[in-house]
Structure formats: structure tokens, C-alpha cells
């Protein structure tokens, strides 16, 4: 079954959301303005969920959508930490998806190229 690109949004929107609630954790205050600032973590969650997604429909057994899925999560920390220490070296934008989607990108092509190797 393939996957629905409506997932596209909540997936994206996980990286947003998990920078205002460390915000939130770590400070202990949550301003008005974190809110919008957090969208520049938006297209990096968009592109990474894309490929989640394609890579999800191309997987020709469970077992490989599984390693996909956990290939994804294994990447999480690295990208978010990449995402949010980029502003210190180039525009939000550009390194939010930079040293944010690349991770997330790689981590998931590995868990498909893993899964498709166990499947042989």
C-alpha cells in the first residue's frame, strides 16, 4: 500500500514543534514570537519528509520500511542539533537545511539501503 502525501505536514511540522517545546523545557517561558521563528525549521521538515515518504513507497517489503523508519529516527538528533546550531554559521534558511535535512536525508536513504540489503 502506498503512503499518503498527506503526511507531508504533520511529519514537517515535528521539527518546529520539537524546537519550541525544548525551548519551552529549557527556559521555561514560551514567547510569541518563538512561534514564528520556529518556522524556519519548516522547509527542513518538508524535504526530509518528502524523502521519508518516496523512499516509504519505493520499499518493496516491510522489513525495508521498517529500517527506512528507523534510519529517519536514528538521524533526528544529529539534524536537529545540526539545525539548530547553522545559525551560527550561515543564514537560517540555507542551514537549517543544510546541516538539518542532510542528516535526515542520509539517515533515511541508509536505513532503505540497509533494508534492502537484508531483503536479499
Known amino acids: 500500500m502506498k503512503r499518503n502525501y498527506l503526511w507531508l505536514l504533520p ?51 516491510r522489513r525495508q520500511k521498517v529500517s527506512t523508519i528507523v534510519g529517519y529516527i536514528v538521524a533526528c538528533p544529529v539534524a536537529f542539533v545540526g539545525a539548530l546550531f547553522s545559525g551560527l554559521m550561515l543564514p537560517p534558511l540555507v542551514g537549517t537545511l543544510i546541516y538539518g535535512a542532510v542528516p535526515l536525508v542520509v539517515g533515511t536513504g541508509i536505513g532503505f539501503a540497509v533494508g534492502r540489503t537484508r531483503d536479499r
Open 11 to 61: 511529519i514537517a511540522l515535528v521539527c518546529p514543534v520539537a524546537n519550541v517545546i525544548v525551548f519551552a523545557v529549557r527556559f521555561r517561558e514560551l514567547p510569541a514570537r518563538l512561534i514564528n521563528e520556529s518556522l524556519v525549521f519548516l522547509p527542513m521538515g518538508l524535504v526530509s519528509a518528502l524523502v521519508l515518504i518516496v523512499l516509504l513507497n519505493k520499499s518493496a517489503s
